[in-house]
């Protein structure tokens, strides 16, 4: 029997964000666990996997012992960045300066630059051929899902070319804790029977092991039987390193790999994961956000500065943050409002230093969908406005507290797989035109009679900046449905910032251009992501009466020109004031089709009914004050 | 998307609104460019200086664009600067840049200093009182100015040196003065045992 080479890749995985002394903690209890298991069996070699910031986080004393593995040839470091990035969707230059980064920080602080590269959730892009090759890395890793089906049993290791550049790609087979075999022999035996072709000289498996960090389960148990198995059968299988793998053998051919990422569950790969990623909501407007702070870091000429940021930049780019999951990723509140707060904490640097007064005013396609969106910003606030959408505020940063309290998710999918679709994502100012009877029920249950087109329309805009401060004026010539025939009707509401002070203006005007009377209620629905609404921390205050349950409960109040609302977690108050009174409704931002979620967020509808003379106007102004309030707790300094 | 190549900037940085444009200038985009031009007058801002290093492109009636915008910035008695050092904008604009103020970069469009200052502040005075004077009412009372300030600076030379020799003269006359005392008592001292023996008569004392 032929001896056949197992190379043995573990792979500690950090998917949630978790505080620095916990991380800490779990990078030192799973490395002296390994090293008591390389203690116990010196004939093993394995790989291991680690992304540049673990080594910053792990003890001294255990780094040191890692190093006299590696000098022994048991250990062979593998790279995913200084993080694990989310290669489709992240800029080049970023990409590239966290792989960068991660390869210089082993080089200080494990003695040796790793010579492979494992890209997270097998996330594979064909430019990366090129990229690794220039920063000195042999050899990727992927799942075995990534190849063709005639090759994927294939026992041996592939070369694969792009624009000019080749690298080798190992396949491996994935596992953990609980998909991890109990007969890892029969297993091993399996793999390597399953490879019919007679390419390979000497075959050669890659046993992909995940390591969560915070498993509640022992998931050295298992690596260690694992071990004492190849210790055992040594005759018949060789645990190998990679690179010493690589270096005496030849490659089993060529192979193009194309775009892809295996999804955890999703066991299929699919070369148009895009299109479903983009499909959930709120990951478009995050992975928008990366792109512009990236760029404006790439505009600053200020080294200095823009080193420290970049690292924080790489942190958001992590893959667990842009993925869909309840546990973790973009769907998490937590996770999304930590990602955002990032974002805004860089943004707000770069704004400081560029000693901006006043506000300022961008006109830029943000959403690189083709169509420009408008960005008022200032030194507390900054609000992204969709013109083409309804005018709605698709964004809406609190500086101040690095808070985008415009963050709510919808569980509904978007299909095209647009970024903003109008009824679905959860913006501010989304304008409806109801009858007068309607109430609060009946536009939760999606049965409240739309009379006018703003949901979706296309506003015209002009954009002001005076020594008060920036403001967006948007127009737009609409109709009204009365009594089964359309009149004609406009809409002009501007958005206002003050200076570089923390209030938010709003002004609603709406002017009947027929010579029939109308008559309706107008109502405007903004959707609130507050951290604290998940742990009841938010409040309502209209006059005497406070609403403890906001985002749980239904209320509404009548003819309020005043009202606060307050998150105690967030630490931040929201003065609300209007010149003419509106009836609030606060609305869990539960869907029909979904239960009550606080997490998604909690909507606010500004109401009241309007009597229009012909050729009349009704016209209302608000204005929102932002301001600190003490935090309750810390923040976690989470990675 | 021809009409949506262009990104813009606007922010306002001492007194000076900056407009930073990046992307393809198509003339399409002249109407929207004019008038965000003509908001902005409107609401009061009088110094622009439009960043254009990242405009990759720019169509002819850009640049008559530009003029026609700087003639209604200076009618309204602004200023309008242009920023860039690209190749594609120097060729362009190359012809005009005895009209239109053409800056490197950021920083030495808006300078910062005393002069600098003092400079916007007196634009700002002259919008805030409505005075206009012309270049050489301006020189020519500025040279009086000057005259006034030269005058009075001789005239306190002049002064100062008057004071130094009347100080100088004192303290002649105050030595003097001191040196005479001192003569003075020691002739007195001298003649007292005369005067005790009756010989001279004391005729200082005599005095009245």
Same mark, same amino acid.
């Given at each position: 029997?032929?001896?056949?080479?197992?190379?043995?890749?573990?792979?500690?995985?950090?998917?949630?964000?978790?505080?620095?002394?916990?991380?800490?903690?779990?990078?030192?209890?799973?490395?002296?666990?390994?090293?008591?298991?390389?203690?116990?069996?010196?004939?093993?070699?394995?790989?291991?996997?680690?992304?540049?910031?673990?080594?910053?986080?792990?003890?001294?004393?255990?780094?040191?012992?890692?190093?006299?593995?590696? /000098?022994?040839?048991?250990?062979?470091?593998?790279?995913?960045?200084?993080?694990?990035?989310?290669?489709?969707?992240?800029?080049?230059?970023?990409?590239?300066?966290? =792989?960068?980064?991660?390869?210089?920080?082993?080089?200080?602080?494990?003695?040796?630059?790793?010579?492979?590269?494992?890209?997270?959730?097998?996330?594979?892009?064909?430019?990366?051929?090129?990229?690794?090759?220039?920063?000195?890395?042999?050899?990727?890793?992927?799942?075995?899902?990534?190849?063709? =089906?005639?090759?994927?049993?294939?026992?041996?290791?592939?070369?694969?070319?792009?624009?000019?550049?080749?690298?080798?790609?190992?396949?491996?087979?994935?596992?953990?804790?609980?998909?991890?075999? $109990?007969?890892?022999?029969?297993?091993?035996?399996?793999?390597?029977?399953?490879? /019919?072709?007679?390419?390979?000289?000497?075959?050669?498996?890659?046993?992909?092991?995940?390591?969560?960090?915070?498993?509640?389960?022992?998931?050295?148990?298992?690596?260690?039987?694992?071990?004492?198995?190849?210790?055992?059968?040594?005759?018949?299988?060789?645990?190998?390193?990679?690179?010493?793998?690589?270096?005496?053998?030849?490659?089993?051919?060529?192979?193009?790999? %194309?775009?892809?990422?295996?999804?955890?569950?999703?066991?299929?790969?699919?070369?148009?994961?895009?299109?479903?990623? &983009?499909?959930?909501?709120?990951?478009?407007?995050?992975?928008?956000?990366?792109?512009?702070?990236?760029?404006?870091?790439?505009?600053?000429?200020?080294?200095?500065?823009?080193?420290?940021?970049?690292?924080?930049?790489?942190?958001?780019?992590?893959?667990?943050?842009?993925? %869909?999951?309840?546990?973790?990723?973009?769907?998490?509140?937590?996770?999304?409002?930590?990602?955002?707060?990032?974002?805004?904490?860089?943004? !707000?640097?770069?704004?400081?230093?560029?000693?901006?007064?006043?506000?300022?005013?961008?006109?830029?396609?943000?959403?690189?969908?083709?169509?420009?969106?408008?960005?008022?910003?200032?030194?507390?606030?900054?609000?992204?406005?969709?013109?083409?959408?309804?005018?709605?505020?698709?964004?809406?940063?609190?500086?101040?507290? &690095?808070?985008?309290?415009?963050?709510?998710?919808?569980?509904?999918?978007?299909?095209?797989?647009?970024?903003?679709?109008?009824?679905?994502?959860?913006?501010?100012?989304?304008?409806?035109?109801?009858?007068?009877?309607?109430?609060?029920?009946?536009?939760?249950?999606?049965?409240?009679?739309?009379?006018?087109?703003?949901?979706?329309?296309?506003?015209?805009?002009?954009?002001?900046?005076?020594?008060?401060?920036?403001?967006? $004026?948007?127009?737009?010539?609409?109709?009204?449905? !009365?009594?089964?025939?359309?009149?004609?009707?406009?809409?002009?509401?501007?958005?206002?910032?003050?200076?570089?002070? %923390?209030?938010?203006?709003?002004?609603?005007?709406?002017?009947?251009?027929?010579?029939?009377?109308?008559?309706?209620?107008?109502?405007?629905?903004? @959707?609130?992501?507050?951290?604290?609404?998940?742990?009841?921390?938010?409040?309502?205050?209209?006059?005497?009466?406070? @609403?403890?349950?906001?985002?749980?409960?239904?209320?509404?109040?009548?003819?309020?020109?005043?009202?606060?609302?307050?998150? !105690?977690?967030?630490?931040?108050?929201? &003065?609300?004031?209007?010149?003419?009174?509106?009836?609030?409704?606060?609305? %869990?931002?539960?869907?029909?089709?979904?239960?009550?979620?606080?997490?998604?967020?909690?909507?606010?509808?500004?109401?009241?009914?309007?009597?229009?003379?012909?050729?009349? !106007?009704?016209?209302?102004?608000?204005?929102?004050?932002?301001?600190?309030?003490?935090?309750?707790?810390?923040?976690?300094? $989470?990675? | 998307?021809?009409?949506?190549?262009?990104?813009?900037?606007?922010?306002?940085? *001492?007194?000076?609104?900056?407009? +930073? #444009?990046?992307?393809?200038?198509?003339?399409?985009?002249?109407?929207?460019?004019?008038?965000?031009?003509?908001?902005?007058?409107?609401?009061?801002?009088?110094?622009?200086?439009?960043?254009?290093?990242?405009?990759?492109?720019?169509?002819?009636?850009?640049?008559?664009?530009?003029?026609?915008?700087?003639?209604?910035?200076?009618?309204?008695?602004?200023?309008?600067?242009?920023?860039?050092? *690209?190749?594609?904008?120097?060729?362009?604009?190359?012809?005009?840049?005895? #009209?239109?103020?053409?800056?490197?970069?950021?920083?030495?469009?808006?300078?910062?200093?005393?002069?600098?200052?003092?400079?916007?502040?007196?634009? #700002?005075?002259?919008?805030?009182?409505?005075?206009?004077?012309?270049?050489?009412?301006?020189? +020519?009372?500025?040279?009086?100015?000057?005259?006034?300030?030269?005058?009075?600076?001789?005239?306190?030379?002049?002064?100062?040196?008057?004071?130094?020799?009347?100080?100088?003269?004192?303290?002649?006359?105050?030595?003097?003065?001191?040196?005479?005392?001192?003569?003075? *008592?020691?002739?007195?001292?001298?003649?007292?045992?005369?005067?005790?023996?009756?010989? #001279?008569?004391?005729?200082?004392?005599?005095?009245?």
């Amino acid at each position: 029997m032929k001896r056949h080479a197992l190379a043995l890749l573990l792979h500690p995985c950090k998917n949630r964000l978790m505080p620095k002394t916990a991380l800490k903690d779990a990078i030192n209890s799973f490395t002296a666990n390994l090293l008591s298991i390389a203690a116990e069996f010196p004939h093993l070699r394995f790989n291991l996997v680690f992304p540049g910031y673990f080594l910053e986080s792990i003890d001294v004393l255990l780094l040191s012992k890692l190093r006299e593995l590696s /000098k022994k040839g048991n250990l062979e470091w593998i790279l995913t960045g200084y993080t694990e990035p989310f290669l489709s969707l992240s800029p080049l230059n970023l990409t590239s300066h966290n =792989i960068n980064h991660g390869l210089q920080l082993f080089s200080e602080l494990a003695g040796e630059t790793p010579c492979g590269f494992l890209p997270p959730c097998s996330n594979w892009e064909p430019f990366l051929i090129d990229m690794l090759s220039n920063a000195g890395l042999n050899y990727a890793i992927l799942s075995q899902e990534l190849f063709p =089906i005639q090759t994927r049993y294939c026992c041996g290791y592939w070369m694969a070319e792009h624009t000019g550049k080749a690298l080798a790609l190992i396949s491996t087979n994935v596992i953990n804790p609980m998909t991890a075999p $109990a007969n890892f022999i029969d297993w091993l035996n399996q793999i390597f029977s399953q490879d /019919k072709s007679e390419l390979a000289t000497q075959k050669f498996a890659t046993v992909h092991y995940m390591i969560p960090l915070s498993a509640s389960s022992d998931p050295f148990r298992w690596l260690r039987y694992a071990a004492s198995e190849i210790d055992k059968y040594l005759l018949n299988f060789q645990s190998v390193r990679f690179s010493e793998f690589i270096s005496s053998n030849p490659a089993l051919g060529l192979q193009y790999v %194309p775009s892809s990422l295996l999804i955890e569950g999703n066991k299929q790969t699919d070369q148009h994961f895009l299109n479903y990623l &983009y499909s959930f909501d709120q990951i478009g407007i995050l992975q928008r956000k990366l792109l512009d702070v990236n760029n404006k870091l790439n505009a600053t000429k200020d080294i200095k500065t823009v080193a420290p940021l970049i690292r924080q930049l790489c942190m958001v780019q992590d893959i667990n943050r842009l993925l %869909p999951g309840k546990e973790y990723g973009f769907e998490n509140t937590n996770d999304r409002l930590w990602s955002y707060a990032k974002l805004i904490g860089i943004e !707000r640097t770069l704004y400081l230093k560029n000693n901006t007064k006043g506000g300022q005013i961008r006109i830029t396609d943000f959403l690189k969908n083709g169509v420009k969106s408008i960005i008022l910003a200032n030194k507390s606030l900054k609000a992204y406005i969709d013109n083409t959408n309804g005018g709605q505020i698709f964004a809406f940063d609190f500086r101040d507290r &690095y808070l985008n309290l415009c963050a709510a998710y919808s569980p509904q999918q978007h299909q095209p797989p647009n970024i903003l679709v109008a009824g679905k994502s959860r913006t501010w100012f989304i304008d409806h035109i109801l009858p007068q009877d309607c109430k609060s029920s009946d536009l939760i249950n999606g049965t409240a009679k739309e009379l006018g087109n703003l949901l979706n329309g296309q506003f015209e805009y002009k954009v002001r900046k005076t020594s008060s401060g920036v403001r967006i $004026a948007l127009e737009r010539q609409c109709s009204i449905l !009365r009594a089964d025939r359309l009149s004609p009707m406009s809409i002009e509401k501007v958005y206002g910032l003050e200076q570089d002070s %923390p209030v938010f203006n709003f002004v609603y005007q709406l002017s009947n251009l027929s010579l029939m009377d109308c008559h309706f209620k107008f109502a405007t629905q903004l @959707f609130f992501s507050f951290p604290g609404l998940c742990s009841g921390d938010v409040k309502i205050r209209h006059r005497s009466q406070t @609403f403890e349950k906001p985002g749980v409960e239904l209320f509404q109040f009548t003819s309020a020109t005043k009202w606060v609302i307050e998150d !105690r977690l967030g630490g931040v108050r929201l &003065y609300f004031q209007t010149q003419k009174p509106f009836d609030i409704w606060c609305i %869990p931002a539960s869907s029909p089709d979904s239960p009550c979620e606080p997490s998604m967020g909690l909507a606010i509808v500004l109401s009241c009914n309007v009597d229009l003379e012909p050729s009349s !106007r009704w016209k209302n102004i608000g204005k929102v004050t932002f301001r600190k309030i003490r935090r309750k707790g810390e923040y976690i300094d $989470a990675l | 998307m021809r009409f949506e190549t262009l990104d813009i900037i606007i922010e306002g940085r *001492n007194d000076t609104v900056f407009l +930073f #444009l990046s992307g393809a200038f198509h003339k399409e985009l002249i109407p929207q460019m004019r008038e965000k031009f003509a908001v902005l007058l409107q609401d009061g801002n009088r110094r622009f200086m439009v960043n254009m290093e990242n405009v990759t492109y720019i169509d002819e009636s850009v640049v008559q664009m530009f003029l026609q915008i700087l003639n209604s910035v200076k009618a309204k008695g602004g200023e309008l600067g242009l920023i860039f050092k *690209n190749e594609t904008l120097t060729r362009a604009f190359a012809p005009f840049f005895n #009209l239109i103020p053409v800056y490197p970069d950021d920083s030495t469009a808006a300078p910062t200093g005393l002069l600098a200052t003092l400079r916007r502040r007196g634009v #700002l005075l002259s919008r805030k009182t409505g005075v206009r004077i012309s270049r050489p009412v301006a020189i +020519f009372v500025l040279i009086v100015l000057c005259g006034w300030f030269a005058t009075l600076l001789f005239i306190i030379r002049l002064q100062n040196s008057h004071l130094k020799e009347q100080q100088q003269e004192l303290y002649e006359l105050t030595t003097y003065k001191q040196h005479a005392i001192i003569e003075i *008592n020691r002739m007195q001292e001298r003649l007292r045992p005369m005067e005790q023996l009756g010989i #001279l008569k004391d005729t200082i004392a005599q005095k009245p």
